[in-house]
């Protein structure tokens, strides 16, 4: 029922990104993202022999909502971005991009650092001092999670955005357009 329920979940998700960004390549790129959080999540579990309980669960889906949060903020800069460009644009499509993701970066880094730190607490408290394993096995999760979400929505995410969308005749024109060699800025004629 669980798997089910994320299966929906997930498709619904995609559903709402791609109507609300107006492409389903932003789905397809925050899916990746969605996926590379929740398999470095489990894989560290793995390593470090937890048993997944509900608990674990519970923070693995609430891990989807926290990256795909930072995922869309990401991705709304980069539509406000490409949608002020043109053919006749002075920058590539990924020098767009490019340009979101550095007007994202300082915000999504202060969002991570602000929600792991007292994830951290409850963690280092929860297992180490009281010993409570719901604790330890929800704030693992939730704190192995939001650092991969905020990697992710950087450097998976936009990239693979990038690469799905570079192919386009409209972005190839664009490229080629931006990078014709401009006069020099300060030059004096």
């Not at 991009?97 to 991570?112: F, G, K």
């Not at 693979?160 to 409209?170: A, N, Q, T």
């Not at 080629?176 to 020099?184: D, G, I, V």
């Amino acid at each position: 029922q669980a798997l089910i329920g994320l299966l929906v979940f997930l498709v619904l998700v995609s559903f709402v990104m791609a109507l609300y960004f107006r492409t389903w390549k932003m789905s397809i790129a925050a899916l990746t993202a969605l996926a590379h959080d929740l398999l470095i999540t489990a894989g560290v579990y793995g390593v470090l022999g937890y048993e997944i309980t509900p608990a674990a669960v519970i923070g693995f889906l609430t891990i989807l909502g926290y990256s795909l949060y930072d995922t869309v903020v990401v991705f709304d800069k980069v539509r406000e971005n490409t949608s002020q460009d043109g053919e006749e644009s002075s920058r590539t499509f990924a020098e767009s991009v490019n340009l979101a993701v550095n007007q994202t970066l300082v915000r999504s880094i202060n969002t991570s650092v602000v929600a792991v730190l007292p994830v951290g607490s409850i963690l280092f408290i929860g297992s180490l001092l009281l010993g409570a394993g719901t604790l330890r096995d929800i704030a693992l999760a939730l704190f192995i999670g939001m650092i991969a979400g905020t990697y992710s929505s950087i450097f998976i995410a936009a990239p693979l955005y990038v690469h799905l969308r570079e192919s386009e005749p409209e972005f190839k024109k664009q490229g080629r357009k931006a990078r014709e060699p401009r006069p020099a800025s300060g030059a004096v004629r």
